[in-house]
Nanobody, 119 residues
Framework: VQLLESGGGLVKPGGSLRLSCAAS????????MSWYRQAPGKERELVAR????????NYANSVRGRFTISRDNAKDTVYLQMNSLKPEDTAVYYC?????????????WGQGTQVTVSS
């Protein structure tokens, strides 16, 4: 099982980045996918989540209207389009896969990709 994030980097305030997370080793289309982030000295927080077939999304209040999560089940990939970036968006961003059956969670984490928003 592997979740491989890419697309992070250094961007100026107001700029955009698109993160990708390529999955392998499990049935991607059965899993809800999420992006989390963790800034230095802070707890990991949920940024955005999308259901297995992409019919429903939800976002943290801090990113709603600026970030968009999407998925391509044919490519086993989930994306996070980040616009109007702010310095407070600086964090390591993690991809997370979750599948729940009979109250048992099967879940996987990626290794993370650094996003730095700075002038």
């Amino acid at each position: 099982v592997q979740l491989l994030e890419s697309g992070g980097g250094l961007v100026k305030p107001g700029g955009s980045l698109r993160l990708s997370c390529a999955a392998s080793g499990f049935t991607f289309s059965s899993y809800a996918m999420s992006w989390y982030r963790q800034a230095p000295g802070k707890e990991r927080e949920l940024v955005a989540r999308i259901t297995s077939i992409g019919g429903s999304t939800n976002y943290a209040n801090s990113v709603r209207g600026r970030f968009t999560i999407s998925r391509d089940n044919a490519k086993d990939t989930v994306y996070l389009q980040m616009n109007s970036l702010k310095p407070e968006d600086t964090a390591v961003y993690y991809c997370y896969a979750q599948y729940r059956v009979r109250s048992v969670d099967y879940d996987y984490w990626g290794q993370g990709t650094q996003v730095t928003v700075s002038s």
